[in-house]
């Protein structure tokens, strides 16, 4: 139970980051929502309460609009459609309705042999913004790189690294994000959960696809951070129930063991893991020496993290001072926290520890998305680093983006208001799993893990592969605690060369430094045609 409650306090942990501060602001991807206002306990008026009546069922609605863009010294014609679909029971009533944002190549002859991308963040509570306009849209907001970005007006340009060349993509808002709602009966609780998540999103998948055509193409998901966890589920979900197979599944600052990332009395996996990301981050801000070449420093810190710093936490209390000093000298130099600090500690620095004391000197707090971001510490003896100065860096050119560019050029939303962060009460609890040991669903009990549905989906079927884009300065989802889940889901040894992982000098959205945002487009794009032709 300790582990479990701490597991879901470290959920909304990946929630405040930013939000602590100024409300109204949403979530990036790794966040979810504030959370809800508590119920008023029954009293002597709860007899009179009614409830509120059923939202009225919409008709769909879409915008479509022609364009054309210059990718790699080729003009690229494509379609926008901007359009919602009603999403619906057992029953056949209508219950949800979900936008989304499709791009379509239209100078394509046979469409069977063109791959088709479902895109989305995660939160749990999050729009597609980020991904939308920030990463693989076929436009983009220009931002300021590891800095606030100033006001507007804000420039929107053509997104050279937009995936539209090699894929048709749908960017998908899930209910309650966006211009999705539920609607007639549907409420939150339809949705809101890792299995309801995904079962709506698995029913507007196969409509998609039944509607425009697209069983025979190739298929993929890419998704960020929650959106990652909500990826495991989906494929498991579409391959196993509507008999849908996928050519591949892209993870973006992925988590999909929450344990993980729980700093918890009694729980030290956690430390281990952040430990290279904690290296990382010290040497970008010169609070150690720069190495010369960092993939090479940080293979030094994973191997002390899993070796000498792990036994140390495993003594416990037994640890004997001389070998406790060694640690502690070594864990200073890999973090450039004071020995004392460290020793105060008892060599376990928790995240928004790590965030206040690195750059405390300086009267800055460090970002947790994106490390290489600090903001003003209004509290210099705090002990705990409060919100996400990465968050408020960006986070109002990436509404004021999403608003403008929907109604303005794709014309479509009208008076309604695009939720970029919903204030969703999210339900942890996994359907029971069916069919034994990896089957999906279920998880542990310590804390919210989908990597069963992962490791199943690449069992039953066998072509699937998977790739992982990781940040090195992202401290919302480390870069360790990935390889470490990777390690452990329990594939056949044939099976796990079918997940890469690939590496950027950046956080969360790495796609936020330029150079990054290339090599992610030109990794991903080399993973869809790799696996688009596997015969």
């Not at 469409?111 to 920030?134: D, K, T």
């Not at 209004?378 to 929907?406: K, M």
């Not at 989802?477 to 390690?487: G, K, L, S, V």
Request: aromatic residues 8%; proline residues 7%.
């Amino acid at each position: 139970m300790r582990r479990t409650l701490a597991a879901l306090a470290m959920l909304a942990g990946l929630a405040a980051a930013a939000h602590a501060q100024r409300p109204g602001r949403p979530p990036l991807p790794g966040q979810a929502p504030p959370a809800a206002q508590a119920a008023q306990p029954a009293g002597a008026d709860s007899a009179v309460r009614h409830e509120a009546p059923p939202a009225a069922v919409p008709r769909e609605e879409s915008s479509v609009t022609e364009h054309t863009i210059r990718i790699g010294g080729q003009t690229v014609p494509y379609r926008a459609t901007a359009a919602t679909i009603l999403l619906r029971n057992d029953k056949g009533e209508a219950i949800g309705s979900l936008y989304y944002t499709a791009y379509t190549r239209t100078d394509v002859a046979d469409r069977s042999q063109r791959p088709l991308a479902f895109i989305y963040n995660g939160g749990p509570g999050s729009a597609s913004m980020w991904v939308h306009m920030g990463a693989f849209g076929p436009r983009r907001i220009v931002t300021t790189d590891a800095a606030p970005t100033p006001p507007p007006p804000y420039q929107l340009v053509d997104n050279a690294n937009s995936l539209i060349d090699v894929t048709d993509m749908v960017f998908i808002d899930p209910i309650g994000t966006g211009f999705s709602k539920p609607v007639g009966t549907g409420t939150g609780k339809d949705f809101w959960g890792v299995d309801e998540d995904a079962a709506s999103l698995a029913q507007f998948v196969r409509l998609y696809v039944s509607r425009t055509g697209r069983w025979n193409s190739p298929k993929f998901l890419i998704g960020e951070s929650y959106g990652t966890t909500r990826s495991a589920v989906l494929v498991n979900r579409l391959q196993s129930r509507e008999g849908m197979d996928f050519n591949g599944v892209v993870l973006i600052s992925s988590v999909l063991d929450f344990e993980t990332l729980a700093f918890a009395p009694g729980h030290d996996i956690s430390y281990v893991l952040y430990l290279p990301s904690y290296a990382a981050t010290a040497a970008y801000h010169h609070a150690i020496p720069q190495p010369r070449d960092l993939p090479a420093f940080l293979d030094s810190v994973r191997h002390f993290a899993m070796g000498e710093y792990a036994a140390a936490l495993d003594k416990g209390s037994s640890l004997g001072a001389d070998e406790r000093a060694a640690v502690v000298h070594r864990l200073a130099a890999y973090t450039g926290l004071g020995e004392e600090y460290l020793t105060r500690a008892n060599l376990r620095v928790a995240l928004r520890q790590f965030m206040a004391e690195l750059n405390r000197a300086h009267g800055m707090n460090t970002g947790r998305l994106d490390a290489r971001f600090t903001g003003p510490m209004l509290d210099l003896l705090t002990e705990n680093g409060e919100g996400d100065p990465q968050s408020l860096a960006v986070s109002g050119a990436y509404t004021a983006a999403i608003n403008s560019y929907l109604r303005d050029e794709l014309r479509f939303g009208g008076d309604e208001r695009y939720v970029a962060s919903g204030g969703v009460q999210w339900s942890w609890v996994r359907e029971p799993a069916q069919g034994g040991r990896g089957s999906g669903g279920g998880g542990r009990m310590g804390s919210p893990y989908v990597g069963s549905d992962l490791a199943q989906a690449l069992v039953s079927n066998p072509n699937l592969r998977v790739e992982v884009e990781n940040g090195y300065y992202d401290l919302a989802t480390p870069f360790f605690a990935t390889e470490y889940t990777m390690d452990h889901l329990g594939l056949p040894a044939e099976l796990r060369s079918h997940i890469a992982l690939r590496y950027y000098e950046a956080g969360h959205m790495m796609y936020l430094r330029e150079p990054d945002l290339a090599a992610l487009k030109a990794n991903i794009a080399r993973f869809i045609g790799a696996t688009t032709h596997l015969r």
